[in-house]
């Protein structure tokens, strides 16, 4: 089995910055991709970041301001936000493209979603 805990978010105000961070543990072989997705409210979930083994992609409303890093070794994946404006707020929800042991194909998990809300 495959652990997703996720981490970090909370209430901000406009300008200001928060860190979300996720862990993958468990039956892991091989993590490929990594990254963040978001869902406001009444809006589908939309890519925020991604780090894969092309390079790293971010949605041209985060760019500047988000930065996604890996750390390799802890199966760990986090999202550094600054510069929050209002239509950040959205449920946060990190992802990773993994292989598990004795298993030869890649499946998604998602972690459960942390809330991110920016006020004025």
């Known amino acids: 089995q495959v652990q997703v805990v996720e981490s970090g978010g909370g209430l901000v105000q406009v300008g200001g910055s928060l860190r979300l961070s996720c862990a993958f543990s468990g039956s892991i072989f091989r993590i490929n991709d990594m990254g963040w997705y978001r869902q406001a409210p009444g809006k589908q979930r939309e890519l925020v970041a991604t780090e894969t083994g092309g390079g790293t992609n971010y949605a041209d409303s985060v760019k500047g301001r988000f930065t996604i890093s890996i750390d390799n070794a802890k199966n760990t994946v986090s999202l550094q936000m600054n510069s929050l404006q209002l239509d950040d707020t959205a449920v946060y929800y990190c992802?990773?493209?993994?292989?598990?042991?004795?298993?030869?194909?890649?499946?998604?998990?998602w972690g459960q979603g942390t809330q991110v809300t920016v006020s004025s």
């Open positions: 992802c990773a493209d993994l292989v598990r042991y004795g298993r030869t194909y890649t499946d998604r998990y």
